[in-house]
């Protein structure tokens, strides 16, 4: 009777231990559009020739490192909005330059990991609580998605002025070949 007693509870205790976690299914949902767009920008930064940083399809736009560091700035003032309670970090790294390709790189890449370690440190529950965002309440979530929005949106003009230079954008790659099993 103690062996059955003891293979009960040791099935049972992957299930009870799990419902003493908080749930994250909501979290990691918005976190993979976050991982894409994330994934794109950085190889976007890294395909462009450092010689081509300087490009603008017109006077009136950013270049293409002025898109990067735009980006490299959203990712602290968004993320940053939800640990600071809508009081947003704004580093203006955009207006500190000029920088070179791998000093653009390495601020996109450390802009990320605030983001990344502001998505590791909520849970559903958190992730519902509200902050000031722009004047209105909203859930700490929904910023995160709008920060992934901000980001799409500006890789949306990375791609064309990487393909208005004939360089492939990464979410035109092909993907890799599939497994064998």
């Not at 049972?12 to 990691?28: E, F, I, K, Y």
């Not at 980006?71 to 939800?82: E, K, N, P, R």
């Not at 009081?87 to 653009?104: D, L, M, V």
Request: proline share 6%; net charge neutral; aromatic share 10%.
């Amino acid at each position: 009777m103690r062996f059955v007693c003891c293979m009960v509870a040791a099935a049972l205790s992957p299930a009870l231990l799990a419902q003493d976690a908080p749930s994250r299914v909501q979290v990691t949902s918005v976190k993979a559009v976050y991982e894409m767009v994330k994934s794109y920008v950085t190889k976007s930064a890294e395909r462009m020739p450092e010689a081509k940083y300087s490009f603008k399809p017109s006077d009136d736009v950013m270049s293409y490192g002025q898109v990067l560091e735009h980006i490299t700035d959203s990712q602290y003032y968004l993320c940053g909005t939800i640990i600071k309670n809508g009081k947003a970090e704004n580093i203006g790294y955009q207006n500190s330059g000029p920088h070179t390709k791998a000093q653009i790189a390495e601020a996109l890449k450390t802009a990320f990991a605030y983001c990344d370690s502001i998505y590791e440190g909520l849970n559903d529950a958190t992730s519902a609580e509200m902050v000031n965002f722009f004047g209105q309440q909203r859930t700490k979530l929904s910023i995160l998605a709008q920060n992934s929005a901000h980001s799409w949106e500006h890789y949306g003009n990375l791609a064309t002025y990487l393909r208005i230079n004939r360089i492939v954008p990464p979410s035109s790659d092909p993907p890799p070949p599939a497994a064998k099993q």
